[in-house]
């Protein structure tokens, strides 16, 4: 059976869904290239895409949505700027969180080039809570922020 991914303006990430099964994202970045971040999650597992223009401080880029089960989890954020980047766009200006809680800041490679870095997390989620990651502080006008957040239960 063919499958057919829709990808969205160039930079917009996009989670790739097969059979009801979250099997990566994909973008093309600011070059026109394609990048794919791609593994076969296991039940439980799942993933999300968002994207900011001009966020404000503490805005969220992306979210797990719905609260998670307590448990540990196996984290990856990609993080990425798109549109004008400016000075605010810096190496560490967004941060994953869980709940309202700030676990520190993710890597993200400001300028033209910029490319995703995958970063990986082991979390233990005392309560049901979302993963979300976060700017912060506020963005340039016509800065967009993007990122990605991929979970996988590990215990």
């Known amino acids: 059976m063919e499958r057919v991914i829709l990808l969205g303006a160039q930079g917009t990430p996009a989670t790739v869904t097969i059979d009801g099964i979250a099997y990566g994202v994909v973008r093309i970045d600011a070059n026109g290239f394609l990048q794919v971040s791609a593994s076969v999650l296991a039940a439980n597992s799942g993933s999300a895409a968002g994207s900011v223009t001009a966020p404000a401080a503490g805005a969220v880029i992306a ?3 719905a609260a998670l089960a307590a448990g540990t989890y196996q984290v990856q954020v990609l993080t990425d700027y798109g ?3 400016g000075a605010a766009e810096t190496f560490q200006n967004m941060q994953i969180r869980v709940g ?3 676990l520190g800041p993710v890597f993200t490679s400001p300028g033209t080039l910029a490319v995703a870095v ?3 997390f082991s979390l233990n989620l005392p309560a049901a809570t979302a993963i979300t ?3 912060i502080n506020a963005g340039g006008a016509a800065a967009v922020y993007q990122a990605v957040i991929i979970w996988t239960p590990i215990g």
Do not use: I, K, R, W
């Open 118 to 120: 995958p970063q990986t």
């Open 100 to 102: 309202a809680t700030v």
């Open 83 to 85: 549109g004008t980047v």
């Open 133 to 135: 990651v976060n700017a």
């Open 63 to 65: 979210t797990s949505g």
